[in-house]
């Protein structure tokens, strides 16, 4: 069964960074893209980019450009998602998700989401 | 920027009869391949979200045949034939090639 596991919930204090990961089994986590998707309090979905695993060639959303940095750790199956200094904005639901292959079709296995909480 | 808009943005539907939403885009969707990478996703209260079709009709594997989606171009559906209070939630469509999601609709129980 694929699965993608996320980190807990965050609540930190702007300024801080953070880095959050998504744990995969159940495929060759090489071999699929991995997308971040944020979800602001009581709001629509935003994509926030790709990575690809296997030589984590990275693409992001023009929004989140600079804002945040994705990675992947082959030898664990885990991809992050990082910030070095987090702002209330960052306020959000995270999801990380498995990208289909042609990845046009978009995610077709989602992680549970991890909060994080920004306020000083 | 191609921008996908939804219509409605809330719809009260009543369990048993069918119900329909619109994704509109500001140009048309097809692939230079000839493909269109239209996709739709329902997130149902408290859940992470779910894909439900990709590349306009195609349903995913579990998606109850009750959801069918349709349309070319710039005009989408994503039709339930009969609701059912499971259906309860908020769908998206989203444009595969530019990885942009129109607002969300939200269906409820009348």
């Given at each position: 069964e694929v699965q993608l596991?996320?980190?807990?919930?965050?609540?930190?204090?702007?300024?801080?960074?953070?880095?959050?990961?998504?744990?995969?089994?159940?495929?060759?986590?090489?071999?699929?893209?991995?997308?971040?998707?944020?979800?602001?309090?009581?709001?629509?979905?935003?994509?926030?980019?790709?990575?690809?695993?296997?030589?984590?060639?990275?693409?992001?959303?023009?929004?989140?450009?600079?804002?945040?940095?994705?990675?992947?750790?082959?030898?664990?199956?885990?991809?992050?998602?990082?910030?070095?200094?987090?702002?209330?904005?960052?306020?959000?639901?995270?999801?990380?998700?498995?990208?289909?292959?042609?990845?046009?079709?978009?995610?077709?296995?989602?992680?549970?989401?991890?909060?994080?909480t920004v306020s000083s | 920027d191609v921008v996908m808009t939804q219509s409605p943005l809330s719809l009260p539907v009543t369990l048993g009869q069918p119900a329909s939403i619109s994704c509109r885009s500001t140009q048309s969707l097809v692939h230079s391949d000839g493909n269109t990478y239209l996709n739709w996703f329902q997130q149902r209260p408290g859940q992470s979200p779910r894909r439900l079709i990709y590349k306009v009709s195609n349903r995913d594997s579990g998606v109850p045949d009750r959801f069918s989606g349709s349309g070319s171009g710039t005009d989408f559906t994503l039709k339930i034939s009969r609701v059912e209070a499971e259906d309860v939630g908020v769908y998206y469509c989203m444009l595969g090639t530019h990885w942009t999601f129109g607002q969300g609709t939200k269906v409820e129980v009348k």
């Open positions: 596991v996320q980190s807990g919930a965050e609540v930190k204090k702007p300024g801080e960074s953070l880095k959050i990961s998504c744990k995969i089994s159940g495929y060759r986590f090489t071999t699929y893209w991995i997308g971040w998707v944020r979800q602001m309090p009581g709001k629509g979905l935003e994509w926030m980019g790709i990575i690809y695993p296997g030589d984590s060639d990275a693409r992001y959303s023009p929004s989140f450009q600079g804002q945040i940095t994705m990675s992947a750790d082959k030898s664990i199956s885990t991809a992050y998602l990082q910030w070095s200094s987090l702002k209330a904005s960052d306020t959000a639901m995270y999801y990380c998700a498995r990208v289909d292959s042609p990845y046009y079709y978009g995610m077709d296995v989602w992680g549970q989401g991890t909060t994080v | -």
